[in-house]
């Protein structure tokens, strides 16, 4: 669950997010629309725990984000956010597997079981026959798969795509859009954890797989439209 309330962000002089309210259930999926410049990827990494409003309260699980230390809230983030950036951001020393292990070592989970789910996640997302190689040796389509997998490593309450498939092909996107909604709300959770709370940014694609579509206009917002 997500709720944030009078959120306010500026750079500057610029008043990118104006006195937000936004409520998300369990389980519901939403995309937030809007043209470039409206702040969705502001809004998705406060949301996120990557940045802080300037004014304003977040609560995610019930949790006042905006009032943990930067320890606590990376090892909340660690555990209860996925979050996919526009462009990858994987480590290319390491291969697939490795970087969705990643997220798991941090958490404490033992060698095993983060190579099992990271097996999982990469049979869901069909590449299986990736999982030995290094970020280079993927195409585009591939490393954002490897993203999605290891922001669900550790079964996060919330999902947050900023947007991942804008650098790909339309073929490729609606593929990686598919899977990843699909990943993230069905059984490629375990069946013991709750379902996940997903927002998506403005694509093409995200409003027609999503329950709740948001507008927004720069610098003003509409929840909803």
């Keep these: 669950m997500i709720d944030i309330k009078s959120i306010r962000k500026s750079f500057g002089s610029l008043e990118v997010l104006k006195g937000i309210d936004l409520h998300i259930d369990r389980g ?108 280079n040796e993927l195409s585009g389509g591939e490393k954002q798969r490897v993203a999605v997998a290891r922001a669900l490593v550790n079964s996060p309450p919330s999902f947050l795509p900023t947007n991942p498939v804008a650098r790909l092909t339309r073929k490729t996107k609606k593929s990686c859009t598919s899977s990843s909604s699909t990943c993230a709300t069905s059984s490629a959770r375990p069946s013991s954890s709750s379902p996940t709370t997903s927002t998506w940014p403005a694509s093409p694609t995200a409003p027609s797989r999503c329950a709740t579509a948001c507008w927004c206009r720069p610098p003003l917002w509409v929840w909803p439209p």
């Design 28 to 135: 519901e999926v939403v995309s937030i629309v809007g043209p470039s410049g409206a702040g969705k990827t502001t809004l998705l990494q406060i949301i996120g725990t990557l940045d802080r409003p300037d004014t304003g309260t977040v609560q995610v699980d019930s949790v006042d984000v905006t009032s943990l230390s930067q320890k606590k809230l990376s090892d909340f983030r660690n555990r209860h956010i996925g979050f996919v950036f526009q462009f990858h951001q994987l480590l290319p020393e390491f291969t697939a597997i490795e970087n969705i292990m990643i997220p798991a070592y941090i958490a404490g989970t033992s060698n095993k079981a983060a190579r099992q789910r990271a097996e999982e996640l990469l049979r869901f997302m069909g590449l299986s026959d990736r999982a030995n190689h290094k970020p």
